[in-house]
C-alpha cells in the first residue's frame, strides 16, 4: 500500500488503504479540524520528534468495551480502600506533560513533543480531550487523557508517579463512561497491559463500523466532572 502524502487541505484518504500495521499518510499540520476529522476516521498521529507528522490507523484495533471491564482482586483493594482521589478535568495540562517527562526520563522516547502537547491542549479548550487525575494528599500521583467524540473515548497516554495511580484513573474513567453510556474505549494498539483490563482486538473495518455508530450520538462537550455514588 502506498503512503500517502498530506497537503494543506484538510482530508485524509480512507483509513482501509492504511499499511497492515497501519501506517497511511504523512505530513498535514495538528490543527482542530485535522485532529477531529482524523479521529472521526479513526485515524490517530504518532510520530517522534525528529520525523514528520504520522499519521496511523491499525488493523487489528484494540478496544474495550466498558462493561468488560476487568479488574484485579489487588487493584480492587485498592480502589476500597481510596487511597487516591480521583478527578476529571482538573489538570489538563500537568498530565499531558508528565505523561511526555515520564516516558522520556525511563528512556522510552515520546510521541507527546511540543507540538502534540500544544494541539491536544487546544483540543481541551474546545471541550473535546479530557484527563483523569488521581491526587494523593493534593500532589498530581497519576492520570491520562484522551479524546472523546460521540460515544467513544479515544485513549493517547497515561502516566503514574506512585504505584498503581494510573489504573485507579483508567478503572475510575471506564466506570465513568459506564455510567454515561459510552459504546467503548479506543486503545489503539495491543498490549498486555490493556488486555489485562478486558480490551480486544477487533478488525478495523468493525472499529470503524462501530465508530460510525458511535458518532451519531451526541459528544459530551465542556468540562467533566466525575458523578458521585
Same mark, same amino acid.
Given at each position: 500500500m502506498p503512503v500517502f502524502q498530506l497537503s494543506n487541505k484538510i482530508g485524509f484518504p480512507p483509513p482501509h488503504l492504511a499499511e497492515r500495521e497501519g501506517l497511511l499518510a504523512v505530513g498535514g499540520d495538528l490543527s482542530l479540524?485535522?485532529?477531529i476529522l482524523a479521529y472521526k476516521m479513526g485515524i490517530f498521529p504518532w510520530y517522534s520528534e525528529d520525523d514528520p507528522i504520522i499519521w496511523w490507523s491499525p488493523d487489528p484495533r484494540l478496544i474495550l468495551y466498558p462493561d468488560e471491564l476487568k479488574i484485579s482482586k489487588s487493584l480492587k483493594k485498592i480502589l476500597n480502600k481510596g487511597i487516591f #482521589?480521583? @478527578?476529571l478535568? #482538573?489538570?489538563?495540562?500537568?498530565?499531558?506533560?508528565?505523561?511526555?517527562?515520564?516516558r522520556s526520563e525511563?528512556? %522510552?522516547? @515520546?510521541?507527546?513533543?511540543?507540538e502534540m502537547i500544544e494541539a491536544y491542549c487546544r483540543l481541551h479548550r474546545a471541550g473535546l480531550a479530557h484527563s483523569v487525575e488521581t491526587w494523593i494528599n493534593g500532589h498530581l500521583a497519576g492520570g491520562l487523557y484522551g479524546v472523546s467524540l460521540g460515544k467513544c473515548f479515544f485513549g493517547e497516554s497515561m502516566f503514574m508517579r506512585v504505584s498503581n495511580a494510573s489504573k485507579v484513573a483508567f478503572v475510575s474513567l471506564v466506570q465513568q463512561l459506564s455510567r454515561w453510556s459510552f459504546d467503548f474505549i479506543d486503545c489503539q494498539v495491543k498490549t498486555r497491559h490493556l488486555m489485562s483490563f478486558g480490551a480486544r %482486538?477487533?478488525?478495523r473495518k468493525v472499529f470503524l463500523d462501530q465508530l460510525q455508530k458511535s458518532l451519531k450520538k451526541k459528544t459530551l462537550r465542556g468540562q467533566w466532572e466525575l458523578d458521585k455514588h
Open positions: 479540524k485535522r485532529l #482521589q480521583v @478527578t478535568d #482538573q489538570a489538563f495540562d500537568k498530565v499531558i506533560m508528565e505523561c511526555a517527562a515520564v525511563t528512556g %522510552e522516547g @515520546t510521541w507527546i513533543v511540543d %482486538e477487533v478488525s
